[in-house]
């Protein structure tokens, strides 16, 4: 399994980290996907009260098999719960609403198997609502979100 973590800061902050080889370099009788995010705003982010934070990446997901499983979670502990909405360029999408802790998966598609030669092929969007952000407590939290790909 290749992680990909996006390590948020400050309020929220986005730079990425790839751990793993790309599905190319695994044994081909395995099946095997990766992540790479292709394009992202560095952070910090910062709040004064009003609106939400919406942080929008791109990504390149190949498997395989065609099919994977994406995993987000939070790897901080803060209490910031927040939402994801993904939608991939072969017509999957979803949204789902992650609590402050918890996993959330989503399933995708790709025509890439092994390198997505740089095109990125699937967009997360991440988003604090502005109910969370009132309801936290006035301060700094930094926030670290992993990602995971697995072939399904």
């Given at each position: 399994?290749?992680?990909?973590?996006?390590?948020?800061?400050?309020?929220?902050?986005?730079?990425?980290?790839?751990?793993?080889?790309?599905?190319?370099?695994?044994?081909?009788?395995?099946?095997?996907?990766?992540?790479?995010?292709?394009?992202?705003?560095?952070?910090?982010?910062?709040?004064?009260?009003?609106?939400?934070?919406?942080?929008?990446?791109?990504?390149?997901?190949?498997?395989?098999?065609?099919?994977?499983?994406?995993?987000?979670?939070?790897?901080?502990?803060?209490?910031?719960?927040?939402?994801?909405?993904?939608?991939?360029?072969?017509?999957?999408?979803?949204?789902?609403?992650?609590?402050?802790?918890?996993?959330?998966?989503?399933?995708?598609?790709?025509?890439?198997?092994?390198?997505?030669?740089?095109?990125?092929?699937?967009?997360?969007?991440?988003?604090?609502p502005k109910d969370?952000?009132?309801?936290?407590?006035?301060?700094?939290?930094?926030?670290?979100?992993?990602?995971?790909v697995e072939p399904?």
């Open positions: 399994m290749l992680r990909s973590t996006v390590m948020c800061t400050g309020l929220l902050g986005l730079a990425p980290v790839i751990h793993g080889a790309p599905a190319a370099a695994q044994t081909v009788s395995q099946p095997a996907a990766s992540i790479h995010l292709t394009q992202s705003r560095a952070g910090p982010y910062r709040w004064f009260g009003a609106g939400e934070i919406h942080v929008r990446t791109t990504a390149c997901i190949a498997s395989t098999t065609g099919r994977y499983r994406l995993t987000l979670r939070s790897a901080t502990t803060d209490a910031l719960g927040f939402e994801v909405e993904f939608v991939t360029d072969e017509g999957d999408a979803a949204e789902r609403h992650a609590p402050a802790g918890q996993p959330i998966q989503f399933e995708g598609r790709t025509r890439f198997r092994d390198d997505c030669r740089g095109v990125s092929n699937a967009t997360i969007s991440i988003r604090f969370t952000l009132s309801a936290a407590l006035a301060g700094e939290y930094a926030k670290r979100i992993e990602f995971s399904a």
